[in-house]
């Protein structure tokens, strides 16, 4: 079966920075592309960042390029997100997904987490 | 303002055919398939249509998903209370090289 567990998130002061972990079961982490997405109180799905199966192409939003890094240890079979400079505009749900296929790109996620709450305030 | 389209709201009674739609552009649906989520309140997304009319197993045939140029539909035949949920659509965006997902439909089942 497969499981997505993240952790790391808690309330962080504006500027402040965070790294979330997303633990992998139940599948061979390293032969998957990764996604992280996120979603705010209340509001829609938003993708935050993808990497592929060698973590060799990353790929981000807009909003978050520049502060956000998405990174993976195959050896540990888990993916990070560090976040940088944040702002209350990231507070939201942070969600982890499996991508069907070995790309970071357009290989659409098929398994998520339970998801983990990043808050962002003074 | 989501790049993809899609109606925030949709309703039917118990064993309707619901459609929802989404509308994208060139850069995403036209060259890409298209993704469909059901996220239940209080959850995590689920897939529920990949590449465009593909149910992964699990997922009851009373849903099925369609393309046409670039828009994509999602249908749900013989509604049933449990299908209230929130519906995404998403795709790969070639311009921007990263997803993007619709706004959610919020389904109602009266």
């Known amino acids: 079966e497969v499981q997505l567990v993240e952790s790391g998130g808690h309330l962080v002061q504006p500027g402040g920075s965070l790294r979330l972990s997303c633990a992998a079961t139940g599948f061979i982490f390293k032969n998957h592309g990764m996604t992280w997405v996120r979603q705010a109180p209340g509001k829609g799905l938003q993708w935050v960042s993808s990497i592929s199966d060698s973590g060799g192409s990353k790929y981000y939003a807009g909003a978050v390029r520049g502060r956000f890094t998405v990174a993976r240890d195959n050896s540990k079979d888990t993916l990070y997100l560090q976040m940088n400079s944040l702002r209350a505009e990231d507070a939201a749900i942070y969600y982890c997904a499996r991508n069907w296929g070995s790309s970071g790109a357009n290989s659409h996620p098929d398994y998520w987490g339970q998801g983990i709450l990043v808050s962002v305030s003074s | 303002q989501s790049v993809l389209t899609q109606p925030p709201s949709a309703s039917g009674t118990p064993g309707q055919r619901v459609t929802i739609s989404c509308s994208g552009l060139?850069?995403?649906?036209?060259?890409?398939?298209g993704t469909w989520y059901q996220q239940l309140p209080g959850t995590a997304p689920k897939l529920l249509v990949k590449a465009n009319n593909q149910r992964p197993s699990g997922v009851p045939d009373r849903f099925s998903g369609s393309k046409s140029g670039t828009s994509a539909s999602l249908a749900i035949n013989g509604l049933q209370p449990e299908d209230e949920a929130d519906y995404y659509c998403a795709a790969w965006d070639d311009s921007l090289s990263g997803w993007v997902f619709g706004g959610g439909t919020k389904l109602t089942v009266l």
């Open positions: 060139t850069s995403n649906f036209g060259s890409e398939t």
